[in-house]
């Protein structure tokens, strides 16, 4: 691919912290390579305001490899900008032409109150687990792999489900601000497995009342998240998640 | 646990309005096949006889109840649960994402007003006239046929009723499919069957229910 430079302008929402008022603000940054990152490029703004005396933008970021979540812009109308199955951090600035006018604002859901400019208090997400997704066992020495004989179909699916990186993406991209993807990816996971399923009731029980509690949305079954999702985790974790609520719902004590 | 924990939390709630949705889509079913008759071409007497017995009856009028009870609970909760899913995001987005779903997806409370609305003229038209005329009881009925043939001999009756009835189409062709996943249909087969029976169920019943309207406007029955 051709490497080429740009210069961009940016509109980026600027907020001290979550009691103020944010504000869009402009920016343009010059002299950038196709072959940089978009958090690079940000890195290459902030250089050039703590040059000139101004605050820099905060931004959440950890790996940059596309593994970890931390990331979360909402860039020019999408979580995690304009390509498909994508983190910011692995956004690349050739998806922008010399002279483009770049929108970029936090994660808007109430459930994650904005700490800084950019970055979203996600603690929400660790609550949720917190409520129920995990399995309670002893630990010990790893089990033999073999032992608990596994459907390969079951294994692939519980799989693609813990594919999840817990970014918020889906709640972002969700016009009722709802958790539902995240919640099923992570009640779906389990909920494969033999090891999930001595507490596969109390646990959707929970975990929905949890996020809940937490101020999300209710699903209305969009499909929004599913077509954000840098992991691309399936709406049919959602129907899943339904079933298993329905089932546990009814037959829980 | 208690039922009310159970049908209360996010999830419940959507569990209602599915249950209430295919409920209403199976009345739809019942609605058009009983109002087709008047393509009978018989001056109204095969339809009027269906009528009768719909509205004669101690069977289908105590539906009805249900049928009331059933449309309240998904419109109260439809409105609810629109409220409460726009109050969690103060600060909206300066570009909205619109790519990743479908509009009519996105506005079906919008689109459930639409309907209440049309629907509010609908039972003005046909249901009030005839049950307060039974006395609200199983008394006589007026001639059904005849009153249609009356209110749809205007043209922005005609219209509205279209347009009540493209609503209607756009509110299923999501409904219909989401109603189907909110009860747990994960299966890709399963869900493919109800993602292109819901879009053929969005097409043809409204655009029947639209037919019937035009029909008499237009004198293809008589």
Same mark, same amino acid.
């Given at each position: 691919?051709?490497?080429?430079?740009?210069?961009?302008?940016?509109?980026?929402?600027?907020?001290?912290? =979550?009691?103020?008022?944010?504000?869009?603000?402009?920016?343009?940054?010059?002299?950038?390579?196709?072959?940089?990152?978009?958090?690079?490029?940000?890195?290459?703004?902030?250089?050039?305001?703590?040059?000139?005396?101004?605050?820099?933008?905060?931004?959440?970021?950890?790996?940059?490899?596309?593994?970890?979540?931390?990331?979360?812009?909402?860039?020019?109308?999408?979580?995690?900008?304009?390509?498909?199955?994508?983190?910011? =951090?692995?956004?690349?600035?050739? +998806?922008?032409?010399? #002279?483009?006018?770049?929108?970029?604002?936090?994660?808007?859901?109430?459930?994650?109150?904005?700490?800084?400019?950019?970055? %979203?208090?996600?603690?929400?997400?660790?609550?949720?687990?917190?409520?129920?997704?995990?399995?309670? %066992?002893?630990? #010990?020495?790893?089990?033999?792999?073999?032992?608990?004989?596994?459907?390969?179909?079951? +294994?692939?699916?519980?799989?693609?489900?813990?594919?999840?990186? #817990?970014?918020?993406?889906?709640?972002? +991209?969700?016009?009722?601000?709802?958790?539902?993807?995240?919640?099923?990816?992570?009640?779906?996971?389990?909920?494969?497995?033999?090891? #999930?399923?001595?507490?596969?009731?109390?646990?959707?029980?929970?975990?929905?009342?949890?996020?809940?509690?937490?101020?999300?949305?209710?699903?209305?079954?969009?499909?929004?998240?599913?077509?954000?999702?840098?992991?691309?985790?399936?709406?049919?974790?959602?129907?899943?998640?339904?079933?298993?609520?329905?089932? +546990?719902?009814?037959?829980?004590? | 646990?208690?039922?009310?924990?159970?049908?209360?939390?996010?999830?419940?709630? &959507?569990?209602?309005?599915?249950?209430?949705?295919?409920?209403?889509?199976?009345?739809?079913?019942?609605?058009?096949?009983?109002?087709?008759?008047?393509?009978?071409?018989?001056?109204?007497?095969?339809?009027?006889?269906? *009528?009768?017995?719909?509205?004669?009856?101690?069977?289908?009028?105590?539906?009805?109840?249900?049928?009331?009870?059933?449309?309240?609970?998904?419109?109260?909760?439809?409105? !609810?649960?629109?409220?409460?899913?726009?109050? &969690?995001?103060?600060?909206?987005?300066?570009?909205?994402?619109?790519?990743?779903? &479908?509009?009519?997806?996105?506005?079906?409370?919008?689109?459930?007003?639409?309907?209440?609305?049309?629907?509010? !003229? /609908?039972?003005? /038209?046909?249901?009030?006239?005839?049950?307060?005329?039974?006395?609200?009881?199983?008394?006589?009925?007026?001639? !059904?046929?005849?009153?249609? &043939?009356?209110?749809?001999?205007?043209?922005?009756?005609?219209?509205?009723? *279209?347009?009540?009835?493209?609503?209607?189409?756009?509110?299923?062709?999501?409904?219909?499919?989401? *109603?189907?996943?909110?009860?747990?249909?994960?299966?890709?087969?399963?869900?493919?069957?109800?993602?292109?029976?819901?879009?053929?169920? *969005?097409?043809?019943?409204?655009?029947?229910?639209?037919?019937?309207?035009?029909?008499?406007?237009?004198?293809?029955?008589?």
């Amino acid at each position: 691919m051709e490497h080429y430079h740009m210069n961009l302008n940016l509109k980026v929402w600027r907020q001290k912290n =979550c009691k103020t008022k944010g504000e869009f603000k402009l920016y343009r940054v010059e002299n950038i390579s196709s072959e940089m990152s978009f958090l690079e490029m940000f890195d290459v703004l902030n250089e050039q305001l703590i040059r000139d005396g101004d605050d820099p933008i905060t931004f959440d970021h950890d790996c940059r490899e596309g593994i970890c979540g931390a990331c979360s812009m909402y860039i020019n109308g999408k979580p995690h900008g304009p390509w498909q199955a994508n983190t910011t =951090c692995q956004l690349h600035m050739r +998806a922008f032409k010399d #002279g483009d006018t770049v929108v970029v604002e936090p994660w808007r859901a109430d459930a994650f109150p904005v700490i800084k400019d950019l970055m %979203v208090d996600r603690s929400a997400f660790d609550r949720i687990i917190q409520a129920g997704g995990y399995i309670s %066992v002893n630990t #010990g020495n790893a089990v033999d792999g073999n032992s608990l004989p596994i459907p390969k179909d079951d +294994a692939d699916a519980s799989f693609a489900a813990a594919m999840c990186i #817990g970014c918020g993406a889906c709640v972002a +991209a969700c016009k009722n601000s709802s958790a539902m993807l995240f919640l099923s990816a992570k009640v779906s996971h389990l909920a494969l497995l033999p090891q #999930g399923n001595p507490e596969r009731k109390s646990r959707v029980m929970n975990m929905v009342a949890q996020m809940d509690k937490e101020g999300f949305g209710a699903c209305t079954n969009t499909g929004a998240c599913e077509a954000t999702c840098p992991k691309e985790i399936s709406l049919s974790n959602i129907a899943r998640l339904n079933q298993e609520y329905l089932m +546990a719902g009814l037959t829980e004590k | 646990m208690t039922w009310k924990q159970v049908f209360t939390s996010s999830v419940g709630r &959507k569990l209602v309005m599915a249950f209430t949705g295919i409920f209403l889509i199976l009345f739809l079913i019942i609605h058009v096949g009983l109002n087709a008759c008047i393509w009978a071409n018989d001056g109204g007497e095969m339809f009027n006889k269906g *009528a009768h017995f719909m509205g004669a009856n101690w069977v289908p009028r105590l539906l009805e109840v249900g049928l009331f009870a059933g449309l309240f609970l998904h419109i109260i909760q439809g409105f !609810l649960l629109t409220a409460s899913n726009r109050s &969690k995001r103060s600060v909206g987005y300066a570009v909205s994402y619109g790519e990743g779903s &479908k509009w009519y997806s996105r506005s079906m409370g919008l689109l459930g007003t639409l309907i209440l609305l049309f629907l509010v !003229l /609908h039972l003005y /038209h046909f249901w009030l006239p005839n049950r307060s005329h039974q006395g609200f009881l199983l008394g006589e009925e007026i001639n !059904l046929y005849e009153k249609m &043939k009356l209110e749809f001999s205007e043209l922005w009756v005609v219209v509205v009723y *279209a347009l009540g009835c493209m609503s209607l189409g756009y509110h299923l062709a999501h409904g219909f499919q989401s *109603a189907f996943r909110t009860l747990g249909v994960h299966n890709k087969r399963y869900n493919a069957l109800f993602t292109s029976l819901g879009y053929a169920f *969005a097409i043809i019943v409204p655009l029947l229910f639209i037919m019937m309207p035009v029909s008499f406007y237009m004198g293809w029955v008589n």
